[in-house]
């Protein structure tokens, strides 16, 4: 292993300083930072003070706007007083011809080893004189395939030097290995983001258990990198798509509901303002049609979303404010229809309560003026929605802010009651969602085209006979057909689904291409049977047991609504239940048949409490061993998906893509179900996976994960990529409903298991350790 020898060697003893400054020797000798340093030497060099005790007692784990704010900057320290030491004229190399002399030799030597450094326990900190020539001399290095990442590929010397604190960086010590030279990139970034150019480093900070690591970076980083609230002057950016490149799309641009005059001021304002952003501001039409929002396409905008009023209270002046919200990470930068739950599991767990609740004041807000829990909020979303979680959702944060004890709680709680009863009529038991012959609903949303919001490839294998036919260019294609010059019914056909595909969430996967909008799933059903329990008992108990509902002037009370559910589950059984294979299957109202994608959606009958106890046994029995993979629950089996090639390329929700959501809930179903040991197991080896890339990756935590790959389980290459693998030096955000699960899966992990994962043990060799009484907590 090459190492990295300081370029002027300490011949002399330590400096001792005698006014308070003197120079320290930076990270490393590369080519390229020698001439920096030599520039350096020739009087533009920086010095630093000595900082007494200052950054000793600092806590290393704290926040980084703390850890490389004022009070721990060097440059920003009162000069201390005179130190009435012996001066030694050794230090001062600017001063004296002997010191000048020195460097010649000192290229030719090892830094000296700081014993103190090594031989102490605690407290150990590094100084790094200069952090941008440090962040280039680390990459030039170790980061050998040049994406400014260093990860196990890397094939670099895998060990630095770097000052020692206590000798004010004039000693050295190596950094060895991937995870702490990672680490050491990762901070060495962050502090450059907050401008600083000389940092103090504790070892604990680079070398931290990495399960301890990722934890408080989801709880005090990630979910704050995620959240957005929109005010007057962040709007522009809060707009932001990446997703569309018409020219239209170039300016940010905002659509307000027709009956929101305040908002409309609001954004109004925020434009003039600031009328180099450029913002457009546009009210949209009382009657939202498909033909409308298709008309939209080239000029996309973000939907307006809840605000509240603020009043300053010294000039007693009004303003609106949005309710935070928390968006799901890389491309999806708006608010999202389930992701907005799943994160909400983690928000509560980290106690952000205020966004967590935020994000259900912007979904009564959306079923109220775009009639749906949108998929998101951006204008091409506005046909459709996404799986239904709200009354779950609103009855967790109502308890987490107090429950029936808070009058505001109960109050809270009714109103997203009432928009999830008007959501539950008016979109999911509704034409063109309900099958009024099973009584079941499937996805089914409106909308004409083909989505804009797709990345431009993705529909090439459908449309290269259309092309043909026609005898014109993919592009040309595109736009006769979505100006409807060309009118292909089998295309209409296959867009319907695919609109039905992502209104699933579960876009795209092999179980619905071509034929979603006619499934009734169980993934959707579970959903809608756990809104109809959920009603009843609120009903119950919040609205008197009578609830009057003012869209369509019924009465309703507890009984009303376990009724619809019962029904609900009848059909459920006679239509979705495979007693043969333990899987609740989709069912086809058109073909009037049960299909048989083994899917991994069928937990959801277990954390929807639909499932009799027997059918949860068959399902432990039976569909779990074909579902649980290395890296914990896959999407779907193999044999569903089936075979692979050129023209049927991989699908993100299918074999071999494990995902967030379908752990979370299979977790919460089999523990609910009394199989907690199961869950425990899955969850170890959900965790395994992501602490692993996180480890071996840079601090990398993706949107999705190859299940079955044991050594880069983020590297999925499926349509639009995996999110949040792509970032120079750190990943600042993680992704939101894997930070949900890394926290969620935690909580099932004992000490041992905390610690096996924090080694990175596989999940195997760590089942096969343990002893019989340990086995019995994993269903072994
Ligand atoms: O842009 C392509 C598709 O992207 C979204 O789907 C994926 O990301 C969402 C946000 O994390 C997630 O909710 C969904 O389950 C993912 O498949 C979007 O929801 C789709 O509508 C869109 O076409
Ligand atoms: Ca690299």
Not at 286 to 294: G, L, N, S
Not at 492 to 518: I, K, N, P
Not at 540 to 546: K, Q
């Amino acid at each position: 292993m090459v190492e990295f020898l300081p370029k002027v060697t300490e011949i002399n003893p330590p400096p001792d300083v005698d006014d308070g400054e003197d120079e320290v020797e930076p990270l490393s000798n590369g080519p390229e930072q020698r001439s920096l340093k030599e520039e350096g030497q020739q009087g533009t060099r920086r010095h630093h003070r000595r900082l007494s005790s200052m950054h000793e007692y600092f806590d290393p784990f704290c926040n980084a706007d703390v850890y490389y704010g004022p009070v721990t900057d060097p440059r920003k320290q009162p000069k201390p007083h005179r130190l009435n030491r012996t001066r030694t004229m050794s230090v001062f190399n600017k001063v004296s011809d002997f010191k000048n002399d020195m460097k010649d030799y000192s290229l030719k030597r090892r830094g000296s080893e700081d014993d103190s450094f090594l031989s102490s326990q605690r407290n150990r900190k590094f100084f790094i004189d200069n952090v941008d020539m440090a962040l280039d001399e680390l990459l030039a290095s170790e980061d050998t395939d040049r994406n400014y990442q260093i990860t196990i590929e890397d094939t670099g010397p895998k060990v630095i030097k770097v000052g020692t604190a206590n000798s004010n960086g004039f000693k050295h010590v190596n950094i060895r290995g991937t995870y702490m030279l990672s680490n050491l990139l990762q901070e060495l970034t962050i502090a450059k983001s907050f401008g600083r150019h000389q940092i103090f480093l504790d070892e604990a900070r680079i070398n931290e258990n990495p399960v301890n690591r990722l934890s408080r970076l989801i709880t005090n980083q990630f979910w704050n990198s995620l959240t957005r609230r929109v005010d007057l002057y962040n709007i522009a950016e809060i707009a932001r798509d990446s997703k569309i490149d018409t020219p239209g799309a170039k300016n940010p641009r905002i659509y307000v509901p027709y009956n929101c005059p305040d908002q409309y001021e609001f954004y109004i304002q925020a434009s003039q303002m600031n009328p180099s952003l450029k913002l457009e501001v546009e009210y949209l039409p009382k009657h939202i049609t498909p033909e409308y929002v298709k008309s939209l396409n080239d000029t996309p905008g973000l939907l307006a979303l809840a605000m509240e009023e603020h009043v300053n209270p010294s000039t007693g002046e009004r303003s609106l404010v949005g309710y935070p919200y928390a968006v799901p990470g890389g491309r999806f930068n708006e608010l999202y229809g389930w992701d907005s739950y799943l994160m909400a599991l983690g928000l509560l767990e980290s106690n952000k309560v205020d966004i967590a609740r935020g994000m259900v004041e912007h979904f009564i807000f959306e079923i109220d003026h775009y009639d749906k829990i949108l998929n998101a909020n951006r204008s091409y979303y506005l046909c459709r929605s996404q799986p239904p979680f709200l009354t779950d959702m609103a009855l967790l944060i109502f308890e987490k802010i107090g429950g029936k004890n808070n009058p505001n709680a109960i109050q809270f709680l009714k109103r997203a009651f009432r928009a999830a009863i008007k959501e539950y009529k008016g979109v999911w038991m509704s034409t063109p969602r309900l099958d009024p012959i099973t009584g079941l609903s499937c996805y089914h949303p409106d909308g004409i085209g083909i989505p804009p919001e797709t990345e431009p490839a993705h529909f090439d294998t459908i449309l290269l006979p259309y092309a043909e036919k026609y005898n014109v260019s993919l592009e040309n294609l595109r736009k006769l057909y979505n100006d409807g010059t060309i009118k292909e019914p089998k295309l209409d056909a296959f867009f319907l689904h695919d609109r039905a595909v992502r209104e699933s969430g579960h876009d795209t996967t092999y179980r619905f291409e071509g034929v979603c909008a006619y499934l009734a799933t169980i993934d959707l059903n579970s959903l809608l049977y756990k809104y109809e329990i959920d009603i009843a008992n609120v009903i119950e108990e919040y609205f008197d047991d009578e609830y009057f509902d003012e869209n369509d002037g019924t009465v309703t009370d507890a009984k009303h609504w376990r009724k619809l559910a019962k029904t609900r589950k009848d059909s459920i059984n006679k239509y979705m239940w495979d007693e043969k294979s333990g899987f609740f299957f989709d069912y086809n109202i058109k073909l009037k048949c049960r299909t048989s994608y083994e899917s991994a959606t069928t937990f959801w009958s277990l954390w929807a409490g639909l499932a009799t106890n027997e059918q949860a046994k068959i399902i432990v029995e039976k569909a779990l061993p074909q579902l649980e993979m290395l890296g914990g629950l896959v999407a779907c089996t193999e044999k569903s998906r089936g075979p692979i090639s050129i023209d049927r390329p991989i699908r993100q929700w299918d074999y071999p893509c494990g995902w967030a959501p379908h752990q979370i809930l299979a977790w919460k179903g089999l523990s609910s179900y009394g199989y907690e040991q199961i869950a425990t197991r899955l969850a170890y080896r959900w965790l395994y996976m992501i602490t692993k890339a996180f480890v071996d990756y840079n601090g990398m935590v993706v949107e999705k994960y190859d299940v079955t790959r044991g050594t880069d389980p983020h590297r999925v290459d499926a349509e639009y990529g995996n999110q949040g693998a792509d970032f120079k030096g750190v990943a600042t955000e993680g992704f939101g409903w894997v930070n949900t699960s890394y926290l969620l899966g935690l909580k099932y992990m004992n000490n041992h298991a905390r610690r096996a994962l924090g080694a990175c043990s596989p999940p195997l060799p760590f089942f096969n350790s343990l002893k019989p009484s340990e086995k019995k907590l994993y269903y072994l």
